[in-house]
C-alpha cells in the first residue's frame, strides 16, 4: 500500500488532497516570484506577483466578485442521468441555451449523448434537459459549443466513433431558427472540402476581421492544432494554423485550449499541459491564426484541466481556470489583465470552502470540483458555466461594471 493510500484511510481524502496540494502550491509559490514578471517580452504573459496566494488552497486569498451570482440549470438525481460535463451556454433570440454532455454514469462512454436546457427568463429557471442528439450503435457524441450568425443557431456537435483505437472524433453540426426543431446533422469541412477529421475545441472565436478560429482535436488520438476560417457560420472552409505541437503519442502535450486578444492585436492561445507542469502553455499568432509561435511554460498555475479565456467589452483579457499548482478543481477564478500580456488581478468565483457540494455518485473520471468553465458575455454579465462535480449543470454570473472596478 502506498503511503497517500494509507494517510487516506486513516485521514480521509480530503485532507489529505488539501495537504498535499498546499505543500505543491508553498515550492511552487517560490518558483512563481521569480520567473516570466520581470520582463514583458512581445511574445509573452505571465501572473503579476502576490496576485494568487497558493499557500491558501480554499480561496487562494482572494475575494468574491461584486454583483455575483449562482444558478443550477440541472441537478442529478437518482431518476436523472449522473455525469454531465463540457457546458456551454449562448443567448439567442431572447432566451438563454445551455448544452452539455450527458451519460448515465461514466465519462466519454458509448451511451454519452448532448442534452440542451432553455430559459425564458434570463436564466432563473430552466425546462428538463432536451436531447440535441442522441447516441447509437456505432457513434457517441459530446457538446462541441454554440455558434449563432444572424436568425440561425448553430450547435456544433463532437462525433465518436465506438471502438475506434486510439480515440478520436470528427465535428459535425446541426442549425435551427427557433431553437427547437433542428436540421439533420452533416459535417464540418476543410477548406478542401474534406471532412474535419478532429474534434473542435470551445465555441469558434470571432476575430474583429471577422475571421472565426478555435482549436481543433485531430485524429489519430487527439493532437491539437489551431485552426481558422473566413467563413461566419463555421461550418465550412477551416484551415489548419502553422503549428507545432509535442507529440505524446495518442496526444498532443497541449491540450483544450482557448483564446483572447492582447491590446497590440496579438492572439494568445492557451493550453492544458498534458506534462503536468501545473502551468498554463501559450501560444501567439500576429496573422490572424494562420501561423503560431511554439507553446511556452508560463508561470500561471493550473490544475491541469480545461480553461477558458475571452475578452471583455473594453478589451480587458480574462481567463477562467482552477490556477492551483495540482490536480485539484477548485477554487474557481477568473484572472484579469489590462493589456493581456500581465495578469494582475483576480476574483473568486467558486471556492471549496463552504461553498462545493459533495459528489453524490460516483463513476469513471467524476472529479471532484468545478469542471470545464465555459464563458460568454450577455447583456452585460460574464456567464461562466461549468460542471460542479461532473454531475451538477452550473453556472456563475458576474456583472462586468463589477468586474472593471
Request: glycine share 8%.
Amino acid at each position: 500500500m502506498s503511503a497517500h493510500s494509507f494517510l487516506t484511510q486513516i485521514f480521509g481524502g480530503n485532507l489529505i488532497n488539501h495537504y498535499l496540494c498546499g505543500m505543491r502550491n508553498i515550492v511552487v509559490s517560490f518558483l512563481i516570484a521569480y520567473s516570466l514578471v520581470i520582463h514583458a517580452d512581445k511574445d509573452s504573459i505571465w501572473l503579476a506577483n502576490g496576485v494568487v496566494d497558493s499557500t491558501q488552497a480554499t480561496t487562494l486569498g482572494l475575494s468574491m466578485a461584486e454583483g455575483i451570482e449562482t444558478k443550477t440549470v440541472f441537478n442529478a438525481t437518482d431518476d436523472t442521468d449522473h455525469y454531465a460535463n463540457g457546458v456551454v451556454m449562448t443567448a439567442f433570440k431572447g432566451r438563454l441555451y445551455c448544452m452539455w454532455q450527458s451519460s448515465p454514469k461514466d465519462e466519454d462512454s458509448d451511451d454519452s449523448w448532448v442534452a440542451y436546457s432553455i430559459s425564458e427568463d434570463e436564466g432563473e429557471t430552466w425546462c428538463p434537459p432536451i436531447p440535441l442528439v442522441k447516441a447509437n450503435k456505432k457513434e457517441y457524441y459530446t457538446s462541441g459549443g454554440w455558434h449563432v450568425i444572424g436568425d440561425t443557431l448553430i450547435a456544433f456537435i463532437d462525433t465518436w466513433t465506438i471502438g475506434q483505437v486510439p480515440r478520436g472524433g470528427k465535428t459535425c453540426y446541426i442549425t435551427s431558427t427557433d431553437g427547437l426543431t433542428w436540421s439533420k446533422m452533416e459535417e464540418v469541412t476543410m477548406s478542401d472540402g474534406t471532412p474535419m477529421n478532429g474534434i473542435l475545441e470551445q465555441d469558434p472565436y470571432p476575430l474583429p476581421s471577422r475571421r472565426l478560429i478555435g482549436a481543433a482535436h485531430f485524429q489519430p488520438g487527439l493532437h491539437v492544432c489551431p485552426v481558422y476560417t473566413d467563413d461566419p457560420s463555421g461550418r465550412s472552409g477551416w484551415e489548419r494554423g502553422d503549428f507545432e505541437s509535442e507529440d505524446r503519442g495518442k496526444q498532443s502535450r497541449e491540450l483544450e485550449p482557448s483564446q483572447y486578444i492582447q491590446t497590440n492585436g496579438t492572439i494568445v492561445m492557451l493550453f492544458r499541459d498534458q506534462n503536468s507542469s501545473f502551468r498554463k502553455l501559450a501560444s501567439f499568432s500576429h496573422n490572424r491564426g494562420e501561423t503560431w509561435t511554439k507553446p511556452i511554460v508560463t508561470n500561471i498555475p493550473d490544475a491541469r484541466t480545461k480553461q477558458c479565456a475571452g475578452n471583455l467589452p473594453d478589451g480587458t483579457a480574462y481567463t477562467v481556470c482552477c490556477p492551483v499548482n495540482c490536480k485539484q478543481r477548485y477554487p474557481l477564478v477568473i484572472l484579469l489583465s489590462k493589456d493581456g500580456q500581465c495578469f494582475d488581478h483576480a476574483y473568486l468565483l467558486r471556492s471549496e470552502c463552504d461553498d462545493l457540494p459533495p459528489r453524490r455518485y460516483e463513476g469513471k473520471y467524476k472529479t471532484l470540483g468545478y469542471n470545464y468553465p465555459k464563458a460568454m458575455i450577455h447583456n452585460g454579465w460574464l456567464y461562466v458555466s461549468y460542471s460542479t462535480n461532473k454531475e451538477d449543470v452550473q453556472y456563475t454570473r458576474i456583472n462586468i461594471e463589477g468586474l472593471n472596478q
